[in-house]
């Protein structure tokens, strides 16, 4: 079959190539793939910046965003051919630590998790791929079409739960979230916002293209320009930037018993001028909360499936900028300016 691989740590070693099927280990049930979603991380992993090949390997399949068709499974799994399929991306680690022991491997505390497609396990950029039922989630049939976007999804889902958590400290009534970054996370925050009845805003740097509009159909305000000048001290940040000068500007400006939620991964060596004295003494003095937040466990994939059903499905379409069919997959990868998602289609259409 074909699969798109990279070989970890070498930069730009992307290649389509023919490889066995999957391998049994790999879980119960064959899935025929359908689509894969591209994400900063797989361009992280191309420039081997990131990146594990599986044990005694040097090849990593690459893709953690799936969807796929189920053509085998066996009796009792609680799955059967036809069923609409994507794969949970973490397995625990083999300890287990405390987290992983309880099925919270997203909330690791020894780093020996696996990823598919990210970490010491074969990803689903391939034509088949195999998964235990206990890490495939089914889909209604209705999500056919924007059902790749549950990886991105279930991270948010995970981001808004622990924001909860975080505000159910103390009595907590909020009413504002500000987004920073108007990508798949930041537009899918913000869904997530508007599906709690929040008032969202969303500020990103690019004026023009489908993002204002995206924001504004979901009944947000969308902002371009400094943090300052959005008006107002949120209650919620979730900031998908990664931008080192952006989140300073975001926890200067939150508000009192703020929370704000670190959902982008950086790039390392951005250096800021920070008067950290001044960010204790606000953070102290008015219990504001700065946490980070990464990856999804079962629980949270359900969540992320709801609020995908949940959602205006032309909305959620219009995510997808791009599907580019597997024989132009480089094209997958190549960044153009009015992208939000993209999708390779592995089923040959
Ligand atoms: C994925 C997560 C993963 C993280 C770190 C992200 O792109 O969405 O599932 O845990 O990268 O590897």
């Known amino acids: 079959m074909k699969a798109i691989t990279i070989i970890p740590g070498k930069p730009n070693s992307a290649a389509l190539e023919n490889v066995p099927e999957p391998d049994p280990s790999d879980g119960t049930i064959l899935v025929r793939a359908l689509e894969l979603g591209i994400c900063g991380t797989d361009f992280e992993l191309i420039s081997a910046d990131y990146g594990w090949a599986p044990p005694g390997s040097d090849h990593l399949v690459l893709g953690h965003e799936s969807l796929g068709r189920v053509e085998q499974a066996p009796q009792n799994s609680g799955f059967k051919p036809g069923d609409l399929v994507v794969g949970i991306v973490r397995r625990p680690d083999p300890v287990p630590c405390i987290a992983c022991a309880v099925g919270e491997f997203d909330m690791c505390r020894n780093g020996q998790y696996t990823e598919r497609g990210i970490k010491e396990r074969n990803g689903f950029g391939s034509e088949h791929w195999r998964i235990e039922p206990e890490y495939a989630v089914r889909l209604d049939p209705s999500l056919r079409d924007v059902g790749v976007l549950m990886e991105p999804a279930s991270v948010l889902a995970k981001a808004w739960i622990h924001i909860s958590c975080i505000g159910e400290r103390a009595e907590w009534k909020p009413n504002t979230v500000l987004i920073t970054g108007a990508g798949p996370i930041g537009l899918l925050a913000a869904l997530m916002g508007a599906q709690r009845g929040l008032e969202v805003h969303v500020l990103d740097r690019v004026t023009g293209g489908p993002k204002p509009q995206l924001v504004h159909d979901l009944g947000g305000t969308y902002h371009t320009g400094p943090v300052k000048d959005i008006g107002f001290a949120p209650d919620i940040v979730i900031e998908c930037t990664g931008v080192a000068s952006v989140i300073a500007e975001t926890i200067d400006h939150l508000g009192n018993d703020g929370i704000l939620c670190l959902a982008g991964v950086s790039s390392h060596n951005q250096q800021v001028d920070l008067d950290l004295g001044t960010i204790n003494r606000s953070m102290v003095l008015e219990n504001r909360a700065v946490f980070g937040s990464v990856n999804a466990n079962r629980k949270h994939w359900e969540k992320a499936k709801e609020a995908l059903m949940k959602a ?38």
Request: aromatic share 6%; hydrophobic share 35%; glycine share 2%.
């Open 312 to 349: 205006d499905r032309q909305w959620l379409r219009r995510l997808i900028s791009r599907k580019e069919p597997l024989d132009k997959w480089q094209e997958a990868l190549k960044r153009r300016p009015d992208d939000i998602k993209v999708v390779i289609e592995l089923d040959g259409q």
